[in-house]
Every structure is written in C-alpha cells, then in structure tokens.
Nanobody, 124 residues
C-alpha cells in the first residue's frame, strides 16, 4: 500500500527557493515511478516532473526545466522537488503521485496514488 504525504510548501518571494518532500509510509516506494503535479486555482492539474524507480530517468515540464530538480532516496522512501528561481506563476497546490507504469508519465491519469497536496505561494 502506498501512502503519500507532502511537506515543504509555503510562502516565498519571487526568485526564492523551496524544497518539497513526499514521504511514502508504505513499503513499496522503490518499486514505483514518482511524479509531481500542480494545480493552480481555476486551472487543470498539470505535470511538473517525474522520476523512475531507479532514478535513472527524470522528466520535466518545459515551464520548470532548469529551475526545478526532482530526486528520490529509496532508503528513506522519500522524493524531493528542489524549486529554485520561483516565479509567481509557480503558485499552486503541489501533489506527489506514484505509478507502476513506465510510460506516458506526464499524464496524471497514469498515476494510481496521490498525496493530499502542499500549497506553494510565490509573491511578486
């Protein structure tokens, strides 16, 4: 069973940094590809980044490439999203998600397990 809990959100000024964490309290974390999605008010949930189970491959949305870094520690059952040079348009609720699939990772419908979300607010 996968149970995901995000943390690390908050209020930051534009240009600042935050690091989000996603902990899986289950015992199968290392078997799953993990992803980050976000949803701003009035907008659809969108893909941010994904990382395969071995961390051998990472994927990013064009809007965050070069600013955000996804990583994971399978010993600690934890995934991270380091967010640098934050912009007001990064403001959203950020969700972590897990999937056993290895393809089409930008599609939120491919993910079976979701956390409750953590709010990130970037002020201008």
């Amino acid at each position: 069973q996968v149970q995901l809990v995000e943390s690390g959100g908050g209020l930051v000024q534009a240009g600042g940094s935050l690091r989000l964490s996603c902990v899986d309290s289950g015992r199968t974390f290392s078997r799953y590809t993990m992803g980050w999605f976000r949803q701003a008010p009035g907008k659809e949930r969108e893909f941010v980044a994904a990382i395969t189970w071995s961390a051998g491959s990472t994927y990013y949305a064009d809007s965050v490439k070069g600013r955000f870094t996804i990583s994971r520690d399978n010993v600690k059952n934890t995934m991270y999203l380091q967010m640098n040079v934050l912009k007001p348009e990064d403001t959203a609720v950020y969700y972590c998600a897990a999937t056993a699939r290895q393809s089409m990772l930008r599609d939120s419908t491919r993910y079976n397990y979701w956390g409750q979300g953590t709010q990130v607010t970037v002020s201008s």
